[in-house]
């Protein structure tokens, strides 16, 4: 549970959703209860005080045989009376302040009615020893809607607790009467537990539907970010939305902007570094030439011919992540047979020279992330060996070499740009170290990546990933439009 909900905005504010309705509608019931119970109790005491006085007045007023004709006219179902000199509530003392306070008040009230000491008790519905009853019905005479719910209410009449009373009068004898307490009705019943739960299944559901539409903005604000990540210059996020949500992608964009000045100042700066050494270099080139020591000119002809490779260099690395070159769909077999055709020394794997794989993406970028992984292989491990392999959602560039391979802790190391394992100061053994920086920034600009790992039995194993048409956001083109390159 904690897995799920820890990692998901949506399901968190779900589940306080849930539990907060939970803990309303139980906050509800209790509330809702009590206070039925409450107002049930008032009624009655109301109605005991109501019932004692009237049959007080009536019976005190009454001869003899009168009342002996009343006790057995005024008894029902839910009131039994009797009269005898000994009280049916023995105990003088009530059993709680309510019911103590109701007897003062009375005595108060029938004291001119011959009212000398009134004893009311409350009888659990636990403790009654009830007799076996019921009502018996053939089939002829099905009860209808009002008889079955005023048999229901005597049911729950006769299940219900009890007051037992005792009238004194002066003359000495006891009025006793029995009255059932009114059950306080249930808050969930099987009538209404539908009701109860549609209204909380409605509110579930109209969460869900409001928690998608609030939060489905920062999915995609997480999305286009992550885009950012591989396209620095897509178009900007639309500013619509919530207050917020339209802060969040103005900040986005903000960010964006920023990010692309900071860039497009460093390749200025790389291009204006390389056009100002060029004119000095330039002069230095055709001075070298009117000199007459042959072995000097050659020696720092070739200086100069290595300080141009890394301006060369320098200014591709800083270039490259600013290229307007348009994304299209494009043969990547042939673009790697392409590339293997200029590097004696790579070979394409026959199997993958007879299928055809298609991608999108830039087509000159990724030709020189190939070649930079390609003359990297040839470079350090003398040949290349070549081949293509379609994924579910990946395809992979496979490049092999039969080199001495790369210590397991340096193999991240080599994509920092200018790291360099070959520790000559050669370049043309060594390069300058920007092959494979270039190389991954290209990939991971194409949503995908390069990954080197040490071969079982000797060389290197480097595996360019790209991700299939239907895993990259392609600009649309026909699909016959396929960039096949020469």
Known sequence: MKKIFSQSLPAWILLIVVAGLLAAQTATLIIAARGVSDTGRSFDLFRLGERTVALSRAFYTAPLEVRRTLLSELANSSLTLSMSSQPAVESAIAADDELAELEDILVGKLTRNGVSDIRIREEDPSNIVRSPSGRTSGPEDEPGKVEKQLIEAASN??????FIVSVQFNDGQWLNFITPVTPNPQVLTRENM??????????ILLSLWAIRQLTGPYAALERAVRAIGHDLNRPPL??????????????????QKKLQDYVSEREH?????????????????????????????????ADLAEIETIIQSVVDFASHELSDEPKE????????????????????????????????????????????????????????????????????????????????????HVFQPFRRLERSRNRDTGGIGLGLAIARSIARAHAGDVHIHNRADVGMCVVLSLPTIANFPPQRMPSDQVATPA
Request: proline share 5%; charged share 30%; aromatic share 4%.
């Open 238 to 255: 639309p500013e619509v939305g919530s207050r917020e949500v339209r802060t969040a992608a103005h900040a986005v964009n903000w960010m």
């Open 194 to 203: 539908p009701l109860y739960m549609g209204a909380a299944m409605f509110i």
């Open 329 to 412: 769909r494009i043969d990547l077999v042939s673009l790697v047979e392409a590339v293997c055709d200029d590097f004696p020394q790579a070979r394409l794997d026959p199997a993958s020279a007879r299928s055809r794989i298609v991608c999108n993406g830039r087509p000159v970028a990724l030709k020189r992330c190939i070649i930079n992984l390609i003359d990297n292989a040839i470079k350090y491990g003398k040949r290349a060996s070549v081949a293509l392999k379609v994924r579910t959602d990946m395809i992979d560039v496979i490049i092999e070499d039969e080199g001495q391979g790369i210590p397991e802790a340096e193999i991240e």
């Open 269 to 301: 700066l790389a291009a204006a570094l390389a056009h100002d050494l060029r004119t000095p270099i330039t002069r230095l080139r055709l001075r070298f030439e009117l000199l007459r020591k042959r072995k000097d000119v050659t020696a720092l002809a």
């Open 157 to 162: 009449l006769g299940k219900s607790g009890r």
